[in-house]
């Protein structure tokens, strides 16, 4: 399991209609709300389809927080 926080910023595998490919975590659970950072549109979907389909963790929460 892929440890993944609210705050987050991911690379997915495959691109959102507007054509951005990196997406903020909104909400974590059974279920995450994510949000596009292209277009700003919010979506839900399963841990396991998120966990499937991310490329890599651009920036996590805690270097958020710290500024770096």
């Known amino acids: ?8 910023i991911v690379r997915l595998r495959k691109p959102h209609p507007c054509g951005s490919l990196e997406w903020k975590i909104m909400r ?3 279920d995450f709300r ?3 950072l292209g277009c700003q549109h919010q979506a839900w979907i399963s841990r396991v389809k998120l966990e499937r389909n991310i490329k890599e963790i651009l920036q996590s929460a ?3 927080e710290k500024g770096v």
Do not use: A, F, P
């Not at 399991?1 to 987050?8: F, I, W």
């Open 1 to 8: 399991m892929v440890q993944l926080n609210v705050g987050d």
């Open 62 to 64: 805690e270097e958020n």
């Open 28 to 30: 974590t659970g059974m």
């Open 34 to 36: 994510i949000q596009c």
